[in-house]
């Protein structure tokens, strides 16, 4: 999850404009992990972040353990990544 919270405040830092800011928040529970980073910036659209490395690399991430990954332009702007991982159960055993 480090890795997809650098690379989702990297972006806003890259596509958001001055003055961009992000929150990040995370909620952990013994069933799930969820990350959501929200950034007010300017941004792009949904078409302009598709083939970007960066959004390429979190989603395989995600995937690799499992996950889901969600990204997209906010209204009315900004950017959303939300992440969710399902811990195995037996693997903490």
Same mark, same amino acid.
């Given at each position: 999850?480090?890795?997809?919270?650098q690379?989702?405040?990297?972006?806003?830092?890259?596509?958001?404009g001055?003055?961009?800011?992000?929150?990040?928040?995370?909620?952990l529970?013994?069933?799930?992990?969820?990350?959501?980073?929200?950034?007010?910036?300017a941004?792009?659209?949904?078409?302009?972040? %598709? /083939?970007? #490395? *960066?959004?390429?690399g979190?989603?395989? +991430?995600? %995937? /690799?353990? #499992? *996950?889901?990954?969600?990204?997209g332009? +906010?209204?009315?702007?900004?950017?959303r990544?939300s992440?969710?991982?399902r811990?195995?159960?037996?693997?903490?055993?």
């Amino acid at each position: 999850m480090f890795r997809l919270v650098q690379e989702a405040l990297t972006n806003t830092m890259k596509h958001g404009g001055p003055g961009a800011t992000a929150a990040v928040r995370l909620q952990l529970t013994p069933a799930e992990v969820r990350v959501e980073v929200d950034d007010d910036g300017a941004g792009g659209t949904a078409g302009s972040y %598709s /083939a970007g #490395g *960066g959004m390429t690399g979190m989603r395989e +991430r995600v %995937s /690799a353990f #499992g *996950g889901e990954l969600d990204c997209g332009p +906010r209204e009315p702007r900004g950017w959303r990544v939300s992440a969710l991982l399902r811990p195995d159960p037996a693997a903490a055993s």
